[in-house]
């Protein structure tokens, strides 16, 4: 079983469609697949706060079953864990939204394994998913790849937490999770859940960046994260292009590698927005 974690709310379908269809689509194992997904509602603060939907989870269930009957999509509703410990924090306006704090309740989740794969929901596996969950992290609280600017501004192991491979057993024995809280808890970070799981870490497994390419596509990148980056042409800009902005991936990035990924993604949206009309 390949077990993999997501967080957001609706806003993030297209983000976790994608990316479960490229680790489909990209891998040779038959290996069953179970997507956790934390969600919650916060439209008290924000009215895009609002959880990923039932039509939702079991639209990514219905194509995860395509793949492997024994697949699966556990939807958890994680809304009174952050009330309990992030509510009003001085993080709660973090750099990307509420819902990037809540991977940080993977430790108090029933039935979360003892393995297990975080992603933000703007990855693409380019080659198979198993080079990376093969990965030996027994001695480890997690495996991660350098951050693209981080190892150049900050400090050269400083990681990307857009992917990481969690030794969960051995996070709950040094009790990552709980400082990480700790820290989100009583300090504005400059990174919020980022850099709370750097600042609690006892021991990492450094990646290459191939499993974590937030800049470039390589042949032997594993994964692009399609995060904010920055241009130099025809000016000096930032953009946040995502991988289901097709059009752009084309004309920007010109990339086509993904075409087929893309292709059925747009099929299956279309899909989703009829039944969701039907309704």
């Known amino acids: 079983m390949i077990d993999i974690l997501f967080c957001g709310n609706a806003g993030v379908f297209d983000g976790v469609l994608t990316c479960m269809l490229s680790v489909i689509r990209r891998t040779s194992s038959h290996e069953p697949i179970t997507l956790h997904l934390f969600t919650m509602d916060l439209s008290y603060l924000d009215p895009k706060y609002t959880p990923v939907t039932d039509e939702q989870t079991a639209f990514l269930q219905e194509v995860l079953q395509d793949y492997n009957k024994k697949s699966r999509v556990i939807r958890y509703d994680v809304t009174d864990h952050y009330k309990q410990y992030f509510s009003g924090c001085p993080n709660e306006g973090a750099y990307c939204s509420p819902y990037t704090l809540i991977r940080l309740f993977a430790d108090l989740i029933e039935g979360i394994p003892d393995k297990l794969l975080y992603l933000d929901t703007d990855i693409m596996f380019n080659r198979d998913i198993m080079l990376l969950w093969n990965t030996d992290i027994s001695k480890y609280e997690y495996a991660a790849a350098n951050d693209h600017y981080g190892k150049y501004l900050i400090h050269p192991r400083y ?16 009790g990552l999770f709980e400082k990480a809280r700790g820290w989100i808890q009583r300090k504005k970070l400059t990174f919020a859940d980022q850099s709370a799981i750097i600042r609690s870490t006892t021991k990492k497994k450094l990646l290459p960046q191939r499993y974590n390419d937030q800049k470039f596509l390589h042949k032997h990148t594993i994964i692009r994260h399609f995060s904010k980056r920055l241009f130099w042409l025809p000016y000096p800009h930032t953009d946040n292009i995502k991988q289901y902005n097709v059009e752009k991936v084309h004309s920007v990035f010109r990339y086509h590698q993904f075409d087929d990924i893309l292709d059925e993604y747009l099929k299956l949206k279309e899909e989703f927005n009829k039944r969701s009309r039907d309704v």
């Open 159 to 174: 990681i990307n937490a857009g992917v990481i491979l969690f030794n969960m057993k051995r996070c709950r024995e040094t």
